[in-house]
């Protein structure tokens, strides 16, 4: 196993080798964003939802999202000059829109596996999206050309599998095989194989471009961590399922684009970047990482009791309710993913060979965890490059 010193030596080569466009380049003049996922980027699809209700989007005229503000695509779609996240159904009101909206599927219950979320599903969003299209696309585009054109020069963005993850992990005995429950690699294959799903769907449907965000620290989020824990406690034991996950998700992205032609994916790391405002709030201007900002009365509750005042300083906050991320924080991650590879790293053909080593992490404790996550990411690179 690697030791600090090794990996410390693959980041430093890495940073001297290395030449990616960031993702603002990669995607300059995005002709529209098309959002899938759960509640991490869900603007407001369930009008009768718990994010209908205030506290939620205080310090936002916008309703429907899980935070105070804006969510992470609300960020990168003003960024790259289009609109705010909104309902895919909301083009109804001004058809010309499509152009240069951010089209928004998810839904907060969804999951990658339906056996966690039976109603509410990938293939649902998938399948509303290409009805969508159908619907729309003839009074703009009279040709199938001109339709994969416009699609192809737009940015997918997926966001799930936060679901799955603690369901695994809370109730991982009816994920089962001869030998008994599936190790943390078969179930994260097992997650890996249905995305793998998806994507080639939305491909073939017409998407060229499709941004993938890892899996956050959920062992480090107040769902877990609790009041009584010391600050920078995180729960490794979970954190070890969600890094097993992301480094699969890479070896998959890079395999996907190469063999599906002229697709680009962008992974957008946010384990590292979030593990790294636990750790060190004072560096990105924070000052609670710890506890959510909102008011939740139950311990067995996520979301923030409605109508109840949150904290008075929001941006100083990580989190918003016990899963989520509050606009400031959702900004520093939208930030980061614009203008650094380390943060959202462009995965195309040429850069894409299959192979990986996954590392696990528990052994070390949780100062470690983020670091093996990332040597985790940085050994795939360096084989794919050797190969």
């Not at 240069?100 to 839904?107: E, G, H, Q």
């Not at 405002?277 to 996520?302: A, Q």
């Not at 528990?362 to 470690?368: E, F, I, N, P, V």
């Amino acid at each position: 196993m690697l030791n600090f010193f090794s990996c410390l030596f693959i980041v430093l080569l890495l940073k001297c080798e290395a030449q990616v466009p960031n993702l603002l380049s990669v995607a300059s003049h995005p002709r529209a964003l098309y959002v899938f996922g759960d509640s991490t980027v869900d603007c407001g699809l369930n009008t009768s939802g718990p994010s209908y209700h205030r506290p939620y989007a205080c310090d936002s005229p916008l309703r429907g999202r899980f935070s105070n503000g804006y969510t992470v695509v609300d960020l990168l779609g003003l960024a790259l000059n289009l609109t705010v996240s909104m309902p895919f159904w909301e083009n109804d009101k001004d058809p010309n829109s499509i152009r240069t909206w951010s089209f928004d599927y998810a839904d907060a219950p969804t999951a990658i596996l339906s056996t966690v979320s039976i109603n509410q599903t990938m293939k649902i969003q998938i399948k509303h999206f290409e009805e969508h299209i159908k619907e729309y696309s003839p009074k703009f585009w009279p040709s199938a050309n001109e339709v994969s054109n416009y699609l192809s020069k737009s940015i997918f963005v997926i966001s799930i599998g936060t679901r799955d993850i603690l369901d695994y992990y809370f109730d991982g005995n009816k994920y089962l095989n001869a030998s008994g429950k599936i190790s943390k690699s078969e179930f994260s294959d097992l997650l890996i194989s249905e995305l793998q799903k998806y994507l080639t769907e939305l491909y073939e449907l017409g998407a060229r471009m499709i941004l993938v965000f890892e899996i956050g620290p959920i062992g480090c989020y107040p769902i877990i961590v609790g009041s009584d824990k010391p600050p920078g406690w995180c729960l490794d034991e979970l954190n070890d399922i969600i890094c097993t996950f992301n480094g699969k998700l890479y070896h998959k992205l890079t395999e996907l684009a190469s063999t599906l032609e002229g697709s680009t994916f962008i992974l957008a790391k946010i384990y590292k970047q979030i593990y790294d405002i636990v750790e060190y709030p004072d560096k990105h201007g924070l000052e609670d990482t710890k506890n959510p900002c909102c008011l939740v009365n139950k311990s067995e509750e996520i979301y923030c009791t409605p109508y109840m005042k949150p904290c008075k300083r929001t941006d100083q906050f990580l989190f918003w309710d016990k899963l989520h991320l509050t606009e400031r924080a959702n900004d520093l991650i939208a930030s980061q993913c614009l203008n650094d590879t380390d943060m959202c790293l462009p995965i195309t053909s040429q850069e894409s060979i299959p192979g990986t080593v996954l590392m696990e992490s528990g052994k070390l404790g949780h100062h470690h965890n983020i670091l093996l996550c990332a040597c985790s990411f940085l050994i795939q690179v360096i084989q794919l490059n050797d190969s």
